[in-house]
């Protein structure tokens, strides 16, 4: 049994490591270096993607009942996911200064996101679940025009309010084998684009990368309707 307990105790020190390199993320705001910022919140996903598959093989919530992992890591996630992002997209001058104030919106729709008892399922994510990391790195990297850059933020805010399912890749059954490899692959793929912002190429990468956000989309509209259907 105590075995056990230290590797359930080792699960949740990976889990805190996102902690770390959200710090990392901070100190590289305060420097303007924009290639350690993407990178070390690209760490703190592939730790975000890979501790809830850890925690669930090694039985950790049974383990360590009076430790709740699911809190620690939403707490990381608002840093990683939206406070550090929010603030990216005034330091890094991926909004023009009449329109930095949109930076907030995101933070506010997160913040009402996170709070809400069903913003998750076993399933799924309802609304849309705040990758507001993912969204700066393809506004820097891409420099679409200023009012491109703050209608797709206030969409995106406005869509964390809509009740739509959208799929979790480690746990939505539906699609699964095929959704899982596909997120593993843009999960490389979005890694090369943070080590190589500055690279001629890099453009064209993210450029074709997108196909995934698209696939994700679209498969969520397709499931939220499953779910709609089945409920009737």
């Given at each position: 049994?105590?075995?056990?307990?230290?590797?359930?105790?080792?699960?949740?020190?990976?889990?805190?490591?996102?902690?770390?390199?959200?710090?990392?993320?901070?100190?590289?705001?305060?420097?303007?270096?924009v290639r350690?910022?993407?990178?070390?919140?690209?760490?703190?996903?592939?730790?975000?993607?890979?501790?809830?598959?850890?925690?669930?093989?090694?039985?950790?919530?049974?383990?360590?009942?009076?430790?709740?992992?699911?809190?620690?890591?939403?707490?990381?996630?608002?840093?990683?996911?939206?406070?550090?992002?929010?603030?990216?997209?005034?330091?890094?001058?991926?909004?023009?200064?009449?329109?930095?104030?949109?930076?907030?919106?995101?933070?506010?729709?997160?913040?009402?996101?996170?709070?809400?008892?069903?913003?998750?399922t076993e399933?799924?994510?309802?609304?849309?679940?705040?990758?507001?990391?993912?969204?700066?790195?393809?506004?820097?990297?891409?420099?679409?025009?200023?009012?491109?850059?703050?209608?797709?933020?206030?969409?995106?805010?406005?869509?964390?309010?809509?009740?739509?399912?959208?799929?979790?890749?480690?746990?939505?059954?539906?699609?699964?084998?095929?959704?899982?490899?596909?997120?593993?692959?843009?999960?490389?793929?979005y890694g090369?684009?943070?080590?190589?912002?500055?690279?001629?190429?890099?453009?064209?990468?993210?450029?074709?990368?997108?196909?995934?956000?698209?696939?994700?989309?679209?498969?969520?509209?397709?499931?939220?309707?499953?779910?709609?259907?089945?409920?009737?």
């Amino acid at each position: 049994m105590e075995g056990k307990k230290i590797i359930a105790t080792g699960v949740h020190v990976y889990t805190s490591l996102g902690l770390l390199f959200a710090f990392t993320a901070a100190m590289a705001l305060f420097a303007s270096d924009v290639r350690l910022f993407f990178v070390s919140l690209w760490i703190t996903i592939v730790i975000d993607s890979t501790d809830g598959l850890l925690a669930r093989h090694f039985g950790v919530k049974e383990i360590l009942p009076h430790f709740d992992g699911r809190r620690l890591d939403d707490l990381i996630d608002f840093i990683t996911y939206v406070f550090l992002p929010c603030l990216a997209l005034v330091v890094f001058d991926v909004l023009p200064s009449p329109w930095e104030w949109t930076a907030v919106l995101p933070l506010l729709a997160s913040a009402y996101g996170f709070s809400q008892d069903n913003a998750k399922t076993e399933e799924s994510f309802v609304g849309f679940p705040s990758y507001w990391n993912v969204v700066i790195l393809y506004l820097y990297v891409l420099t679409p025009p200023a009012w491109i850059s703050v209608v797709l933020l206030l969409a995106l805010s406005l869509f964390v309010f809509i009740p739509i399912h959208y799929i979790y890749p480690s746990k939505t059954r539906w699609l699964k084998k095929a959704t899982l490899p596909l997120t593993g692959l843009y999960g490389i793929v979005y890694g090369i684009v943070c080590l190589y912002l500055n690279a001629e190429w890099v453009k064209v990468l993210a450029l074709i990368s997108l196909a995934y956000p698209a696939y994700y989309f679209l498969i969520s509209v397709a499931y939220h309707r499953r779910i709609r259907l089945a409920g009737q």
